[in-house]
């Protein structure tokens, strides 16, 4: 079983700069595919980056050359650093594992990121 926390959000004005820390439990984190979701009011949950156990990444494109994933194993840590933040980022994001990028098991409770303008 692995719990995953998210911690980081908060107000930003547009333009602005956060970084998201998802704290993971459990010894085989690093063995684990990471992924970062995120889900606004009224819209459905949409993907925003993720990165495998060997540190391969990948972005949506509406966030690719703003966001940057990353994983520090060491700590049971992955990260979302956040650039150029735009209102129609605010939503709620969520941290997710897996044993394969195919299907996230573990899902944190969110933390909220509100951009305004």
């Known amino acids: 079983q692995v719990q995953l926390v998210e911690s980081g959000g908060g107000l930003v004005q547009a333009g602005g700069s956060l970084r998201l820390s998802c704290a993971a439990s459990g010894r085989t984190f690093s063995r684990y595919a990471m992924a970062w979701f995120r889900q606004a009011p009224g819209k459905e949950r949409e993907f925003v980056a993720a990165?495998?156990?060997?540190?391969?990444?990948y972005a949506a494109d509406s966030v690719k050359g703003r966001v940057t994933i990353s994983r520090d194993n060491a700590r049971n840590t992955v990260y979302l650093q956040m650039n150029r933040l735009k209102p129609e980022d605010t939503a709620v994001y969520y941290c997710?594992?897996?044993?394969?990028?195919?299907?996230?098991?573990?899902w944190g409770q969110g933390t909220q990121v509100t951009v305004s303008s």
């Open positions: 997710a594992g897996g044993a394969t990028s195919a299907q996230y098991d573990y």
């Open positions: 990165i495998s156990w060997s540190g391969v990444t």
